[in-house]
């Protein structure tokens, strides 16, 4: 595949099977050429499943048991993970390449990294572009996965339908989520390795703090994953357009923040702010109304 490509050539060789020319599409939604791209798309939608937690709960591995059983059902799978500290992730695997090993001679399953590269509020702004051209490559379901560590829970929770926020049991995970603010984002709650200790106790505290559905599973043993599967299909299926509108809202914000963040005018606004000669307000009203 020539280096100089065009975005229509790309698209074309990602459509007939080309792995490397998808990768080097979704580096384009990562990069300065992401509206190029955007500009070559059609308009349809994807499924999206958000999965964070807490580092340990076992999010990679229940990613992993997850793409088996959708891939059972003929449906192609991309997992993106939203990586906060690589400045370019290059597609690297999960934090935890073992568990997607099984995965990844599988054609009908794209594995990739993305970079936050800044965006405010942890979760990469390439996503939804991202999410636009794996529409159009004709994947089923996408898996989104954070970090879990308050960054970018607020944002999966804009674009994912559902969110699984994974939990391990015992170790005060319940108290430590909802302090978090994981649970206030959680559409399903699933406490994985449920045949330690503690696992009927952590059920019972998240009880008392949520009234979203909890679920128990032993992803290293894909045991009651089909259970995760029918919970996340009865979820999507009770989807409303209000809560859709919503979650577009939500990502709309985000992604304007950002761009706030990098305007020419931010610093002399808030120059003036600091020296007392505007107030924040009025600054704030200028900014969302001067034009570069």
Do not use: C
């Amino acid at each position: 595949m020539a280096e100089t490509a065009t975005i229509a050539e790309l698209l074309d060789q990602a459509r007939s099977g080309s792995a490397r020319a998808t990768g080097r599409l979704l580096s384009l939604v990562e990069g300065e050429r992401r509206d190029e791209v955007q500009a070559a798309l059609g308009t349809g939608s994807i499924r999206v499943i958000g999965v964070t937690g807490p580092p340990g709960a076992g999010k990679s591995t229940t990613i992993a048991a997850l793409v088996a059983a959708y891939r059972s059902r003929g449906l192609r799978v991309a997992v993106l993970a939203v990586d906060p500290s690589s400045p370019y992730s290059g597609g690297a695997l999960l934090g935890d390449r073992i568990r997607m090993a099984r995965h990844i001679n599988d054609a009908d399953v794209l594995i990739r990294s993305l970079a936050t590269r800044g965006h405010l509020g942890g979760l990469s702004a390439a996503v939804p572009a991202a999410l636009r051209l794996l529409a159009e490559l004709k994947y089923d379901v996408v898996m989104l996965e954070t970090v879990g560590v308050g960054q970018s829970e607020i944002e999966i929770a804009a674009v994912a339908d559902p969110t699984l926020v994974i939990l391990n049991p015992g170790a005060g995970d319940a108290v430590q989520a909802a302090k978090a603010g994981l649970l206030e984002v959680a559409d399903l709650l699933v406490v994985n390795k449920a045949d330690r200790d503690g696992a009927e106790r952590t059920v019972r505290d998240l009880r008392a703090e949520s009234d979203v559905p909890i679920l128990t599973l032993i992803a290293s043993r894909d045991e009651r994953i089909e259970e995760l599967v029918e919970a996340i299909d009865a979820h999507h299926r009770a989807d409303t357009p209000a809560r859709r509108a919503a979650r577009a809202r939500a990502q709309i914000l985000s992604l304007a923040q950002s761009l706030m963040r990098s305007h020419p005018e931010l610093d002399r606004l808030a120059e003036a702010v600091a020296s007392g000669d505007r107030d924040a307000y009025g600054a704030a009203a200028a900014l969302l109304t001067s034009r570069e």
